[in-house]
């Protein structure tokens, strides 16, 4: 699967989840922001804003402030999902310095692709659910600390155990939250094509978001992340796993 279905060069990737972050955060945003935020000058901002314009992907007046599409939205969206997985694994998986690792999930969110994307999402999904995922980690940062002991690790790792079958599962899903509800994403369960569409979402582990409303019947459930309203079916919300922060 590719890794930028919209075809975005590098640059206008950065551009687009630029606003994507000023939109969550203050609703809008305006060149002069983007410049700052980006270290660029505003007339490098403007053919930009164009591009993206004339992709369908923001609404862009000369001058006026800036907002993102429904498919600007989406597509914003599954860039910075890549990015916060990237930069959650940098920071508490290697344990890399806050500056350098959002500059290497800067760099890398750009060749990810949907199953590199998927895969990443599984270990750190590992950590976070399996029992043993706490301990396992620990283990390797004491390995990893310890530069001049590389055998400082006793016995053997027995830490991957047969996972239950389906019927046994009996995690918290977003699906089993009532309004107003904050919790956190522990895992998207599934495979291919629904488990790609929640991940390009945002819904990525330990990402938070608030239930807002449920739909008569139950049949869609309407979620805020980051600002921004998703609705879910309900397949799709019993396919996400949850702990209460």
């Given at each position: 699967m590719e890794a930028n279905p919209a075809g975005l060069s590098s640059a206008l990737e950065d551009y687009l989840e630029t606003v994507y972050q000023f939109v969550r955060d203050q609703k809008d945003a305006r060149v002069k922001d983007i410049a700052k935020a980006r270290g660029v000058r505003a007339a490098s901002?403007?053919?930009?804003?164009?591009?993206?314009?004339?992709r369908g992907l923001v609404r862009y007046i000369e001058r006026e402030y800036i907002d993102l599409t429904p498919e600007?939205?989406?597509?914003?969206?599954?860039i910075y999902a890549k990015h916060r997985l990237l930069t959650d694994f940098f920071e508490r998986v290697l344990r890399m310095p806050a500056a350098q690792a959002q500059e290497n999930a800067c760099a890398m969110e750009h060749?990810?692709?949907?199953?590199?994307?998927?895969?990443l999402a599984r270990f750190v999904e590992f950590l976070q659910v399996c029992p043993e995922g706490s301990q396992f980690l620990d283990r390797f940062h004491q390995c990893a600390a310890v530069q001049t002991a590389p055998h400082s690790c006793s016995g053997h790792c027995e830490l991957l155990r047969k996972?239950?079958?389906?019927?046994?599962?009996?995690?918290?899903t977003i699906a089993d939250l009532e309004p107003g509800t904050h919790a956190l994403v522990s895992?998207?369960?599934?495979?291919?094509?629904?488990?790609q569409k929640l991940l390009d979402?945002?819904?990525?582990?330990?990402?938070?978001?608030?239930?807002?409303?449920?739909?008569?019947?139950?049949d869609t459930i309407w979620i805020r992340m980051e600002g921004f309203q998703i609705a879910l079916r309900r397949k799709e919300a019993t396919a996400v796993s949850v702990h209460m922060p």
């Open positions: 901002v403007t053919p930009a804003m164009r591009r993206l314009a004339d600007g939205e989406k597509q914003a969206r599954r060749s990810l692709t949907s199953a590199g994307m998927d895969h996972r239950p079958g389906k019927g046994a599962r009996s995690e918290t895992q998207v369960h599934g495979t291919g094509d629904q488990r979402m945002g819904l990525v582990p330990g990402s938070a978001f608030e239930i807002e409303r449920v739909a008569p019947g139950g």
